[in-house]
């Protein structure tokens, strides 16, 4: 069974940072892109950024120039650097692997509080 656990989130101030990881174990199909994805209450839930296997990025435009996204592969890890978090950010990350043949996986979240 595949398990994707994040960690990291918590309570931090306008301006402070975070680094969210997130670690899959279990059988997996080859993962070609990684993902970080967030949703705040009453909101649906949006793509952050993700990585793709030869290392390209892709940002929402909310959160470029302050988040990085990084991953290990031969430890099958993401990482989200975030950086300058103001209160929008407030949300629940999720991470996300999307391996051959488009099959998903999901981590179970954690929450990112950000105080004004």
């Known amino acids: 069974q595949v398990q994707l656990v994040e960690s990291g989130g918590g309570l931090v101030q306008a301006g402070g940072s975070l680094r969210l990881s997130c670690v899959a174990s279990?059988?997996?199909?080859?993962?070609?892109?990684m993902g970080w994805y967030r949703q705040a209450p009453g909101k649906q839930r949006e793509l952050v950024a993700s990585?793709?296997?030869?290392?390209?990025?892709n940002y929402a435009d909310s959160v470029k120039g302050r988040f990085a996204i990084s991953r290990a592969n031969a430890e099958n890890t993401v990482y989200l650097q975030m950086n300058s978090l103001k209160p929008d950010d407030t949300a629940v990350y999720y991470c996300?692997?999307?391996?051959?043949?488009?099959?998903?996986?999901w981590g179970q979240g954690t929450q990112v509080t950000v105080s004004s």
């Open positions: 279990g059988s997996m199909l080859p993962i070609n892109t």
């Open positions: 996300n692997f999307v391996a051959t043949f488009l099959q998903m996986y």
């Open positions: 990585i793709t296997s030869g290392g390209s990025t």
